[in-house]
């Protein structure tokens, strides 16, 4: 890493946190407790045989964290089975991880050297192994890069965009059986923090295990799927092939724990990775607990279901609006209801999608003045304290104030409740009233605005409820419309939505040298222009080419700031790209800085009092290395 990207890092905002512990070698392993049995029986190695030469020593005491105890079974919801993947997420087991103040450290790396932000060798932990006890070595990387990234069966369109800078694919380079390289004759500053990702960009396999699922190791897979009838090779092998799905048992992983039921299920059992790389200090492997537990409720019911001492560590599906409620029953049912800060760019947002496929509604979306005057004529002071008591943040979707890139301007832009000055814009785009105060589009239909939500917040409905008064105010009619969350994403992608609802910019607390790719059209899962993210995703070979100006212009300094071989330029693309986004107004920004309910049962130990919440960087609870927690 570079001395400029370390000095960001250590600025980000986030003092009151405290750095997660660093390895160190000399730790006495003691054996688990789960695995003594096996290990007598000869099912499985010694504890020493299991972890690698140097694990990953995890001191507890300077992460403001207590040696605990193995043993027990971890308790949590989630609102669908897909959400199985949140192991991977809460397990947090990454090539780099991002520590307590957003630094990027080792971790299932033993150490990694980064020369120029172009060169970047990794050195792998002697001895370590996936979870079926198989070594994890170069070859894995090599699987990957020629056989699966580089296999036109397996990847149609190529190596994944977050591999290549402008274009350019990485050389690979296997120095030896521990040792990989991967370099670019330009900088490639998403590389690291894509490792350390919540969705992380894996660029390893468990060779061992695929290979007989592809067809240059195995040629029979072939023929046999086709006598089957079935889809072929690559999508059987595609199918096995899930380490972040976390949906194939059979898969080995390096996860702190591992997945035993195979969907479609309602509870999902995952027991400890005996193979795990990481210990305490006292020689005692990770992690503590032995079970996770997933059930499967719906997201409506999950608050209810928290409440009633049905998880041990829930946040997923709760709302500030719970909050009251869970407080109550502290005592009752032995848990703690914490309020963590959160760290996304925006609580609520709207997201009119510039890429659907009405033509009139389009031209109106595009039109800068009728999304200025759909924010001003939002009452965000009204929702805070309704909803929020006050104590939300009244904002546009941008960067908070611990933010070294926070403006107030960038906050505040057309995000004021102004009914007459939205009238006035309303009127300029010649969007007429009718006799039943309702305007109209430009070709005669009623100005209906249905705005599509995933259905799994009432959270979400209220906040709709209030814009819908005060939109109805300014004649336009708001129409809700709640769905599954694929149903949705499909919708959007399609074109077929005009609007939808989600969260806003995922980290909210960015440094100059964090990615401003949330800014830009990068990814199809972008609401706002999801044909523009996909144009960029597949290199052109399918969505659409941005022909917006101003979005046109967020590419171009979005690779400025790639780039831009100073701080100092970087920033200055970052704050142009924020002042874009206020001026534009592409995401509608409600509210920000909501408190997240977090429930802990009283006995889990080391999970923060205080603490942030966020997807990325975080991983949610990721961050603070579940392993580590026990239960006293």
Known sequence: ??????????????????????????????????????????????????????????????????????????????????????????????????????????????????????????????????????????????????????????????????????????????????????????????????????????????????????????????ETENKAGKRGWASLHNKQDNMYQFDNPDLPTLEPWINTTRPPADRFVAVR????????????????????????????????????????????????????????????????????????????????????????WRTLLRDVRFRRALSMSIDRSLINQVLYFGLATEANNTVLPDSPLFKEAYQKRWAKFDKKGADKLLDEIGLKRGADGVRRLPDGRLLELIVETAGESSEQSDVLELIRETWKSVGIKLFTK?????????????????????????NGLATPDMSPDDLAPTSQQQLQWPKFGQYHETAGKSGQAPDIPEVIELMKLSAAWRAGPSRAEREKAWQQMLSIHAEQQFVIGVISAVPQPVLVRTNLMNVPEKGFYNWDPGAFFGIYHPDGFWFK
């Open 1 to 222: 890493m570079t001395s400029t990207q370390g000095r960001a890092l250590r600025h980000a905002a986030f003092a009151l946190l405290l750095a997660l512990p660093l390895a160190a070698p000399g730790a006495q392993l003691v054996e688990t407790e789960m695995f003594r049995a096996d290990v007598a029986a000869g099912k499985l190695p010694p504890v020493q045989k299991r972890v690698p030469a140097t694990p990953l020593v995890v001191r507890m005491d300077e992460a403001g964290m207590q040696p605990g105890k193995q043993g027990g079974t971890l308790n949590m919801l989630i609102g669908r089975a897909r959400d199985v993947r949140m192991l991977v997420v809460y397990g947090y087991a990454r090539l780099v991880g991002y520590d307590r103040k957003l630094a990027i450290v080792p971790d299932i790396l033993e150490s990694f050297d980064v020369k120029d932000d172009r060169i970047f060798t990794f050195r792998l932990r002697k001895g370590h192994k996936w979870s079926d006890g198989h070594p994890f070595t170069a070859e894995d990387f090599r699987y990957f890069w020629e056989d699966v990234a580089n296999n036109r069966d397996l990847s149609p369109t190529g190596p994944q965009s977050d591999l290549l800078v402008d274009g350019e694919p990485p050389k690979f380079e296997v120095l030896d059986p521990l040792t990989v390289r991967y370099s670019w004759s330009k900088p490639n500053r998403d590389f690291l923090p894509r490792l350390a990702g919540a969705s992380p960009l894996y660029i390893y396999r468990p060779a061992h295990y695929l290979r007989k699922f592809h067809k240059k190791y195995n040629p029979k897979v072939v």
């Open 482 to 506: 709640p769905s599954q969350r694929e149903v949705l994403r499909n919708r959007v992608f399609g074109g077929e939505a005009v609007m939808s609802v989600w969260s806003g910019m995922e």
């Open 273 to 360: 990775n005996p193979y795990f790389h990481r210990v305490d200090a006292q020689g005692v492997q990770l992690p503590y607990i032995d079970r996770v537990v997933l059930a499967v409720a719906e997201g409506k019911l999950i608050p209810a279901k928290a409440g009633a001492g049905e998880s041990d560590l829930q946040a997923r599906d709760l709302q500030f609006n719970n909050y009251t409620f869970l407080k109550k029953n502290e005592k009752v049912n032995n848990y703690r209801a914490l309020l963590w800060r959160t760290g996304i760019g925006s609580h609520f947002a709207l997201y009119p999608n510039l890429n659907v496929n009405d033509p009139v």
